[in-house]
């Protein structure tokens, strides 16, 4: 028997609402399948719990989650809350404590899942961006010199460390060796002449060790315009904290809009535990209304049954997913549908269980 732990932060708004789909995509895999179990154990971290005790997570929250094999983070921040403190103390903590410094998020675009692009084919776009998630231009290095002042002046720093470049870059090297695929880093060398000049080299220097992969490099504004109207170009690519950021929003945006996009927070020595969580965040515009679309959290339930080995698992929730955005009966009004958040995650059941 596979037995597998997982903390689940709900976190706040929608956050809860699709978990709770995830969490019956789950459990009806552990009904199906007969030899994996999941033990679920909900933390009740988030906004409500800071506006009550003053903290967005107990004190040895990260002492506690320690024990668990993953973590399942539905969406984090609230208004009433300031964002900069929901983020950095509580999701930002899981990242960092935990050093899951591979971002690893799918650009796939399902058949069914709407696409605004006009003359982009649907199999043209399949990426998996891999980006830094532990330093770079969000290590929070910087000054705030001369405050309100004339001469005001701010800095803020990348923070590109050799082992912190060396490590996301043969990560994706190895991914790409893998699946042979092509892997092609994105950079801005030209402006940025310390820290992605840095970048630009060990990317080659890595690449070394791997002849059998076949590379490209672009700068990330031209980047950006190949996303659009070449997305065929990527295959799996690796990129820095921010511009992996900016990009993966872009890649949401082309393979089925924020409503399908999922994310891994990976500790690849598996140290820590990773975490899996839809892309976006606790959508206080519609929370508490049960229209919120559950298929980002599905899919990084996907994400995470692939992480412990069930790929062939994540394969088939993937096709789940992409039968019922294909049969369009069961999907929520983001999606054009009328359907209700539950009745989405009943449909991605009722797909599984037809088929095993
Ligand atoms: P958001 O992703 O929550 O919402 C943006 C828009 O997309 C809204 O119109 C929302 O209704 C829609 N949307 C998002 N997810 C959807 C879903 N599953 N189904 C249907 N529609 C969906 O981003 P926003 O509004 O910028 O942020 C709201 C709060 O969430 C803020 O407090 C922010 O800090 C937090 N946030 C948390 C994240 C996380 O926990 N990883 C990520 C992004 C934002
Ligand atoms: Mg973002």
Sequence with gaps: ???????????????????????????????????????????PWGCQYYLKHGKMMDDDGLEKLKAYDAIYLGAVGFPGVPDHISLWDLLLKIRKGFDQYVNLRPVQLLEGAPCPLKDVKREDINMIVIRENSEGEYAGAGDWLFKGKPEEVVLQTGVFSRKGTERIIRYAFELARKEKKTLTSISKGNALNYSMVFWDEVFVEVGKQYPDVQTYSYLVDAA??????????FQIVVTSNLFGDILTDLGAAIAGGMGLAAGANINPERKYPSMFEPVHGSAPDIAGKAIANPLAAIWSVSQLLDFFGHSTWGKEVLN??????????????DMGGKAKTSAVGDAVVAVLSKKS
Excluded: C, W
């Design 320 to 333: 789940a997913i992409e039968s019922v955005l294909v049969e369009a009966k069961n999907l929520t009004p």
């Design 224 to 233: 950006a315009m190949f996303f659009v109207k070449q997305p065929q170009r």
């Design 1 to 43: 028997m596979n037995s597998y732990k997982i903390a689940v932060i709900a976190g706040d708004g929608i956050g809860p609402e699709v978990l709770a789909e995830g969490i019956k995509v789950l459990k009806a895999i552990e009904e199906l399948d007969g030899n994996i179990h999941f033990e679920f154990t909900h933390f």
